[in-house]
């Protein structure tokens, strides 16, 4: 694999994660959208819980995919023998953990590196999308008590 190869594929996957992330959160944002709506006492309190649930859900599931979308990458090619060995590895570098003890090949390294960059910044923009979901709820929680 030459490297102008290797940073093609990883330009289309970062831009296949960020697309499956932009419409994700998108959708999550319509679904708490709608769900949004005046309560009292605690069947808002359930409600908030609820929406902090999902949305908790719903990131996880996302970033679910963008792993799962590397690991076949990383199978499809070839970079890694087993299906296990490329879900454990894609895990091990979207997260930045990078464990070690599973290593591409010389003709993959930049791709696995650019894996980690790209889970680290979907990563920050799921942590302030929740923060912001959060934030929401709690101005709402506010509002509520303030009008008892």
């Given at each position: ?44 309190l359930v409600r908030q819980a609820l929406a ?17 979308l590397y690991a076949c990458f990383y199978l ?73």
């Amino acid at each position: 694999m030459n490297l102008v190869t290797e940073l093609g594929a990883a330009t289309a996957l970062v831009a296949a994660t960020c697309a499956i992330h932009l419409f994700g959160i998108a959708g999550l944002m319509l679904l708490l959208r709608r769900h949004r709506g005046r309560h009292d006492g605690e069947v808002a309190l359930v409600r908030q819980a609820l929406a902090i649930i999902g949305a908790a859900a719903g990131l996880f599931v996302l970033h679910g995919a963008e792993i799962w979308l590397y690991a076949c990458f990383y199978l499809w090619t070839g970079a890694l023998d087993t299906l296990e060995m490329a879900l454990y590895f894609s895990t091990a570098s979207y997260t930045t953990v990078g464990y070690g003890d599973v290593v591409l090949g010389p003709g993959w390294r930049v791709l696995g590196a650019i894996e980690s960059a790209n889970g680290l910044i979907l990563l920050g923009w799921s942590t302030a999308f929740f923060v912001a979901i959060v934030g929401r709820i709690r101005w709402l929680e506010s509002e509520i008590g303030n009008t008892q």
